[in-house]
């Protein structure tokens, strides 16, 4: 299997998009009662646009073993129908010992990610065990989007780099616990500055960056200071403004036209800054 980074890059090139599309399903929202058929009519309407999926698990086991009958079609769907879109597992798990190994089975086995998310708050050893793939990406929960987020990960703490908050003490530090390339951070688009201090001390780490649309973080700087000094390696998610983009029977149609739009104005941006695809 190819390494992480370079199956992401290809993702991104194929078609020269940063977007990546959040499937996080609500039956009371959709306008057809199906999640699987609710989440292939958004796969196909926007199969050319992304880089990636994101399906958040949160949403999927809330329905019970419908939810999860329906995730598995949802996987296999974009495998047919966006086989170069790298799918993301929005599991946030974390824990130690047999229990990271089994969740590692299930997000990378199991369930057939290509990345997950992971909440590193155990430390390096609730990590270690789900990068062990060098073609499996593990994106670990550095900086939310949600106001909270604040409460524990900015704190200062006194590290090798002097005072500095949490959060980009774990940045730096993460970043040194795989030789395979294959860890990214999440980020949210909704804290510019602190997106901005980790990009500098983290240049070719990919990241995944939560927060645009709906939450409201400005995508002009989340692209800005986001991505790599090659205008890669940075994919913004949008959940409900895309995929909840129409409450009605043309909900696929209006999930195309936001996807085209966010992709138009991410390239856009990316060209005004020498950075564009060709």
Known sequence: ???????????????????????DVDPERMPVPGVADFNRAIVDA?????????PN????????????????????????????????GDAKRGDIGPSSAAYV??????WDFDAVTVNPWGGQDTV????????KGVF???RGSNPGSSDLQDLEIVGPEGNIPLFQHLATSATQWTSHGNLGLVLGAT????????????????FLIPGVGAQGGDL????????????RRAIINSSRGIIFASAGRDFAQAARRETARLRDRINQILEAGGQGWH
């Not at 199956?7 to 990546?20: G, M, N, P, W, Y």
């Not at 926007?46 to 994101?54: I, N, R, S």
């Not at 089975?105 to 199991?110: D, R, Y």
């Not at 804290?191 to 990919?206: K, N």
Request: overall charge negative; proline content about 6%; glycine content about 6%.
């Open 1 to 23: 299997m190819a390494k992480f980074l370079d199956r992401l890059d290809q993702a991104c090139q194929k078609t020269e998009s940063l977007v990546c599309v959040g499937l």
């Open 46 to 54: 926007t199969a050319d646009l992304v880089c990636a999926y994101k």
């Open 57 to 88: 698990l949160a949403f999927y086991e809330a329905l019970g073993i419908p939810g999860l009958v329906a995730l598995e079609e949802t996987v296999s769907h974009i495998r047919v129908r966006a086989p170069q879109a790298i799918i993301i």
């Open 105 to 110: 089975k299930a997000m990378f086995e199991v």
């Open 128 to 135: 270690a065990p789900f990068l062990e793939d060098p073609g």
């Open 140 to 142: 670990l929960w550095c």
């Open 191 to 206: 804290f510019p500055d602190q997106l901005r201090s980790v990009r500098l001390s983290c240049p070719g780490v990919p």
């Open 220 to 231: 002009e700087v989340a692209v800005r200071d986001g991505v790599d000094a090659n205008g």
